[in-house]
């Protein structure tokens, strides 16, 4: 079978999906405080090297086009040097809910992450950018979630066209997030296979509840401090999954709520949800979001966030509001909690992640 893939790959013709069922490893690093997460991924034939932030609560793929006169910190794509582009042209651009956006024009490609290839992708070439990308280190985004999600009427997404092609072992990839090491490595995305010493005990299956985003219920949330007890917050509701997305997002009335039960945590007009930044030790434990019936737990100390310039002893809160009809369970949760997503059962897997106690 292998001498024959070889040759099918040497005259250029088109090699069946089900011979080429792989499980491909991309180490990720950490850009900032936590901020995002990223891999580098190959665009074009031979593929040129992009960091890109693989996002699960988005549905594109795009990245700094040579025309981008604002996107002097990127790497730009040079479809010259590609064997494979196709030129498509159709108008593109992209908003997120903090405000950023990019845009520009579409074209096709070949993405690759290792010997893991999807080619005739959709890909957006940004032509401008807001002014938090132009900063960003990340040179684009690589959406990881369903079609339909995306920006481009009718496109299938990255994610589609690799389940649809049956490429991997099996149609799941799997994230897990750590502190960095001395190399910078700070997790893992695994695309088509489960890697169980990364994790502790069994995973619990819960299925989605909208085959679009990653959106599972969320059943509950509690406060576990250490010689108190559990304090049970009442929230609850949709939420999904997003690898895109910093921090832990709720709506206005929620993350009220959750910050009722942190001592002096204050809602600023100017910064927005803050906290001591000792919150850690006057209430050592972790806060528990239930799902699936199981609690899957963030300690309190990953729910401070950095100081606050010019208000000394206060912190960010890694729990914000937005107007959102769901919860976002960003970086904070998925540092914490390993997760599966398992795109050809329409459900995730969750466990308590396994962490070294490597230095930085």
Not at 56 to 63: E, F, I, K, P, R
Not at 165 to 173: A, G, Q, V
Not at 280 to 303: A, C
Request: proline share 5%; charged share 20%.
């Amino acid at each position: 079978m292998a001498a024959r893939i070889r040759t099918l790959e040497k005259h250029s013709l088109n090699v069946p999906g089900k011979w080429l069922q792989a499980v491909e490893k991309l180490e990720i690093k950490e850009y900032g405080y936590g901020i995002e997460y990223y891999g580098e991924v190959g665009i074009g034939s031979p593929p040129q090297k992009f960091k890109l932030d693989l996002d699960t609560g988005s549905g594109d793929v795009w990245l700094a086009g040579e025309e981008c006169e604002v996107c002097s910190r990127h790497k730009k794509f040079n479809p010259r040097k590609s064997s494979t582009h196709k030129a498509e042209g159709r108008k593109w651009g992209i908003s997120y809910g903090d405000g950023s956006f990019a845009t520009g024009y579409t074209i096709r490609d070949t993405v690759s992450i290792g010997n893991l290839t999807v080619p005739n992708q959709v890909i957006g070439l940004a032509t401008s950018e807001s002014r938090a990308y132009q900063q960003d280190t990340v040179d684009g985004l690589l959406g990881l979630s369903y079609s339909g999600v995306s920006f481009i009427p009718g496109v299938t997404t990255f994610l589609d066209n690799i389940n649809k092609n049956s490429l991997l072992k099996e149609p799941i990839f799997s994230v897990y997030i750590t502190e960095k090491d001395r190399n910078d490595y700070a997790g893992e995305y695994l695309f088509g296979d489960i890697d169980k010493s990364k994790f502790e005990g069994d995973l619990t299956w819960v299925p989605l509840s909208t085959p679009k985003f990653w959106e599972i219920a969320l059943d509950g949330v509690s406060l576990n401090v250490e010689g108190v007890g559990r304090e049970q917050i009442e929230i609850s509701g949709p939420a999904i999954l997003d690898t895109g997305t910093t921090l832990i997002v709720m709506n206005e009335r929620q993350a009220t709520e959750f910050h009722s039960a942190i001592p002096s945590a204050e809602n600023s007009d100017i910064y927005g949800w803050i906290m001591p930044c000792n919150t850690d030790q006057l209430l050592p434990g972790n806060v528990s979001f239930t799902i699936g019936g199981v609690d899957f737990s963030v300690p309190v100390k990953d729910i401070i966030r950095e100081p606050v310039k010019g208000l000394d002893g206060w912190c960010f809160s890694a729990v914000t509001s937005g107007a959102s009809n769901f919860i976002i369970l960003g970086d904070v949760f998925l540092r914490s909690n390993y997760i599966v997503f398992d795109r050809g059962n329409a459900r995730v897997g969750i466990a308590p992640s396994k962490h070294r106690n490597t230095p930085h």
